[in-house]
């Protein structure tokens, strides 16, 4: 039992390791993938949905000033735990402003506008979606965090959490997070990374149930 807990440790971080580039050879060496592990919805999900919900949390209709912050290109994929990419998946993602308030009446109705606070995409045939985003700041509370929800027509497959591999201090002292297993939170922390110029990015690959 020991043993096979460690194999399972091994397998999960060399897969956080190479930014879960091993899916492959996981998957050949008869291994089915790990499950991303939930997360709580929290209180700020959208009331309604906003009509300019895009994949790009950046760029506001009827703004014309960029939103204040870091700049984050947030991608991934997602597969069921064979490896097979889930196409037609619906990702959002939400999150506060550079502020630290949500779009959420229930989080004092006055986010920077410049901000979408929200986004949708939908997943391609080879189960991807990317984001442009801002790196998650903190708020009373909380670590940086960035909301998932995945959905597949009819069905909600996912409500999770991304967390910022760089945040290690924050992280320890998150109730949420610490509600996790170590290797629950490795599954749900992704480095936000330098890809060049000011820009950086980070990689999340979600496995469904
Ligand atoms: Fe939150």
């Known amino acids: 039992m020991k043993s096979r807990q460690i194999e399972r440790r091994r397998l999960i971080a060399a897969m956080v390791a190479a930014g879960f580039a091993p899916w492959q050879r996981l998957l050949a060496e008869g291994n089915l993938l790990p499950v991303t592990p939930s997360d709580a919805e929290g209180p700020f999900y959208p009331v309604d949905i906003p009509s300019d919900s895009d994949n790009d949390l950046l760029r506001v209709v009827g ?3 960029n939103s204040p912050g870091q700049f984050a290109y947030v991608h991934g994929t ?5 490896g097979t990419p889930v196409d037609g998946a619906r990702v959002e993602i939400w999150q506060c402003d550079e502020g630290g308030v949500y779009h959420h009446p229930g989080d004092g109705g006055k986010p920077d506008l410049r901000f979408q606070g929200f986004g949708a ?5 080879a189960g991807a979606y990317h984001f442009r985003t801002l790196r998650p700041v903190p708020y009373t509370g909380r670590t940086p965090h960035i909301h998932f929800r995945i959905s597949t027509p009819g069905f909600d497959r996912l409500t999770t959490q991304l ?3 760089e945040e290690s201090e924050r992280n320890a002292r998150d109730a949420l997070y610490k509600g996790h297993t170590p290797d629950e ?3 749900l922390t992704s480095a936000f990374g330098a890809v060049g110029g000011s820009s950086i990015a980070a990689e999340f690959n979600i496995v469904l149930g």
Do not use: I, P
């Not at 997602?78 to 064979?82: I, L, N, P």
């Not at 995409?121 to 045939?125: K, S």
């Open 78 to 82: 997602v597969a069921d735990r064979h």
């Open 185 to 187: 939170q490795a599954l």
């Open 63 to 65: 703004m014309k000033d």
């Open 163 to 165: 967390y910022v591999a």
């Open 121 to 125: 995409m939908v997943t391609n045939r």
